[in-house]
């Protein structure tokens, strides 16, 4: 019913950019807190960041001062900024619509099929 598609992912070196995003194929963007949560290989599934109905923003100390999480309602779309990459951010990019707007959420309304970002040394 609802789907959410992320799209960005690719293979970049240390210290380049890469900028995600997630269409949503309704109006939940505007409705729901909306983030992005990662999983590296043998690894949890980790919070990066999370943006509340109204704008308001939190981040992972990890990717702090270096991600940037943004919407755009209109379009139903969902971003994430990345710069200053290091490989420790290797893993798949998920979106989703936690049931708590927190980055250590655990339960979500909504999920998508992640998009994997590659950052070699």
């Known amino acids: 019913q609802v789907q959410l598609v992320e799209s960005g992912g690719g293979s970049v070196q240390a210290g380049g950019s890469l900028r995600l995003s997630c269409a949503v194929s309704?109006?939940?963007?505007?409705?729901?807190?909306m983030g992005w949560f990662r999983q590296a290989p043998g690894k949890e599934r980790e919070g990066v960041a999370v943006i509340e109905r109204g704008d308001s923003t939190r981040y992972a100390d990890s990717v702090k001062g270096r991600f940037t999480i943004s919407k755009d309602n209109a379009k139903n779309t969902l971003y994430l900024q990345m710069h200053s990459l290091q490989p420790e951010d290797t893993a798949v990019y998920y979106c989703a619509a936690p049931r708590s707007c927190s980055t250590g959420a655990t339960r979500f309304y909504y999920w998508g099929r992640g998009t994997q970002v590659t950052v070699s040394s």
């Open positions: 309704s109006n939940i963007v505007s409705r729901y807190c």
